[in-house]
């Protein structure tokens, strides 16, 4: 046999070799813990769903789940960090809005989409919500806007800083409205909500989460919700779209991806028990207390189309702050 048929063969053999082993972990996968990355800080809107999600799963299928924080640059590290490791189904990306957000800010180095195998949505929502500081005469979102108008230094709002979903949603409001409402930045959305209560600020664009409890301390007050329906928590408080404010929606997603090349059988086996997680009561009860619900619709190819749509519109909201295009 001469070095090059020798050569050919052996190559032959990895190459049938490497196919095979694949073939045999995606067919007993998984065979060890599965880590789901949160790129955002423990206790937030991804971590907590994820480690909900998390526990159940493992508790139905008897597989390992640990859940790993890996934050920086709006959740680009830690997606990057997906990025990188092996298409095998043991590294996952808890992934959120902000994918889709960054893009029309900052470079990023993936496409959130062809870069990654995308599994399904774990949560929808939670939507923001428009919340003033409970000592303010204004009872309507028409009172408010007529206030800013008459005298634009009276009023401003608290924001959890550049191309976050509050201070997007600001820049639509003043857009909409006509009106100059300034945007103070803080280092988080907690913060953003204390500076309200506190008097810093006469109000925010926070998440149903971070506005209940000040609400129910009579320190805040709701004035509308941005999302296409009215919710549980507040029903006598109207949408944005029914004050005028036509398309005027903000709310969150957690999803689930895996490198891309990962194998169809593994997406395939985590999209099955993804469903049946998240539609376990447990499950849907604590994304209740969240302010968040359960997608119906729930195949790889429809998140898919979500994250489409959502970066389409999202481009269109980033248009508002002058923002131009980022180069890709």
């Known amino acids: ?10 190559a032959g053999a990895i190459c049938l070799t490497a196919a095979f082993g694949m073939r045999v972990d995606a067919q007993n996968y998984p065979s060890r813990p599965i880590t789901l990355v949160v790129p955002f800080a423990p206790g937030g809107l991804s971590d907590v769903p994820a480690r909900v999600f998390a526990a159940i799963m493992q508790e139905r299928t008897g597989a390992t789940l640990v859940v ?9 590290l ?5 990025l990188r490791a092996e298409p095998d189904g043991y590294t996952l990306l808890v992934n959120a809005l902000a994918d889709v957000q960054n893009l029309h800010y900052i470079s990023v180095p993936y496409d959130p989409i062809k870069d990654f195998a995308l599994v399904g949505q774990m949560a929808e929502g939670p939507p923001l919500v428009l919340m003033i500081d409970a000592a303010l005469p204004y009872k309507t979102l028409a009172e408010l806007i007529a206030a800013a108008k008459a005298d634009p230094s009276k009023v401003s709002f608290s924001t959890s800083g550049p191309a976050t979903s509050p201070a997007i949603a600001l820049t639509q ?5 006509g009106t100059k409402i300034q945007d103070v930045p803080y280092r988080g959305s907690g913060e953003a909500a204390r500076a309200v209560v506190s008097s810093a600020v006469q109000g925010t664009f926070t998440f149903v989460t971070g506005a209940k409890p000040l609400v129910d301390d009579g320190k805040a007050r709701v004035l509308a919700i941005a999302y296409p329906k009215r919710i549980s928590s507040w029903p006598d408080v109207p949408t944005m779209a029914e004050l005028g404010f036509a398309g005027f929606e903000h709310a969150g997603f957690v999803g689930l ?21 998240i539609n376990t009561p447990t499950f849907k009860q604590r994304m209740e207390q969240l302010g968040m619900t359960v997608p119906s619709d729930n195949t790889s190819e429809a998140f898919a189309a ?15 702050s002058g923002h131009a295009p980022v180069q890709r």
């Not at 046999?1 to 052996?10: D, F, G, S, V």
């Not at 409001?173 to 409205?177: G, R, V």
């Not at 979500?306 to 508002?320: D, N, P, S, V």
């Open 1 to 10: 046999m001469n070095l090059t048929l020798r050569a050919l063969l052996t």
């Open 306 to 320: 979500y994250m489409r749509r959502e970066i389409a519109r999202q481009a269109e909201l980033a248009k508002l």
């Open 173 to 177: 409001l003043n857009s909409l409205a």
């Open 257 to 277: 991806a895996a490198p891309a090349k990962t194998p169809a059988q593994v997406i395939a086996y985590l999209n099955k028990q993804l469903n049946e997680t």
């Open 68 to 76: 790993e924080n890996k934050t920086g640059a709006s959740g680009v």
């Open 78 to 82: 830690g997606a990057s960090h997906v």
